[in-house]
């Protein structure tokens, strides 16, 4: 019976362990950027006591739910795919910049994040509309 006991304990922590990711958000710093400004861009993944996360992050731009740029190699860059990008390691938070082209100018866009953590993949928006 004590087995039995350690082994509803050593579940119940794993259990919990896999739900530590409580919390991830994605912000910019305007809804609408200015072609060729530096627009600032926010990731932060916290568990429920609000303590910093590691977690990888994949940055894309989309257009109708279609990626049309995604990070790579420091920065964004055209691209398609769903799971396109470079995936960006941090842990807590994580900020950077882009510089919106004129080729997004008045186009609804889609900033998105699709940030691994704690085993799950989450995928984060943040409407766009560059001006």
């Known amino acids: 019976m004590r087995f039995v006991v350690v082994l509803l304990s050593t579940l119940t922590l794993v259990a919990a362990a896999s739900a530590a990711v409580a919390k991830a958000t994605l912000t910019g710093s305007t809804h609408r950027p200015v072609v060729g400004k ?4 926010t990731l932060v993944v916290e568990d429920g006591s609000g303590k910093a996360l590691p977690a ?18 420091g920065k964004m860059q055209p691209c398609h795919g769903a799971t396109v990008g470079t995936a960006i390691s941090f842990v807590g938070k994580k900020t ?29 928006r ?6």
């Open 56 to 73: 990888k992050a994949k940055l894309q731009i989309t257009v109708a739910g279609m990626v049309v740029g995604c990070w790579k190699a």
């Open 38 to 41: 530096p627009w600032t861009w």
């Open 126 to 131: 943040y409407a766009v509309t560059v001006r």
């Open 96 to 124: 950077g910049v882009i510089r919106w082209t004129a080729e997004s100018k008045g186009v609804p866009l889609t900033f998105r994040a699709l940030v691994t953590a704690g085993g799950k993949t989450t995928k984060l």
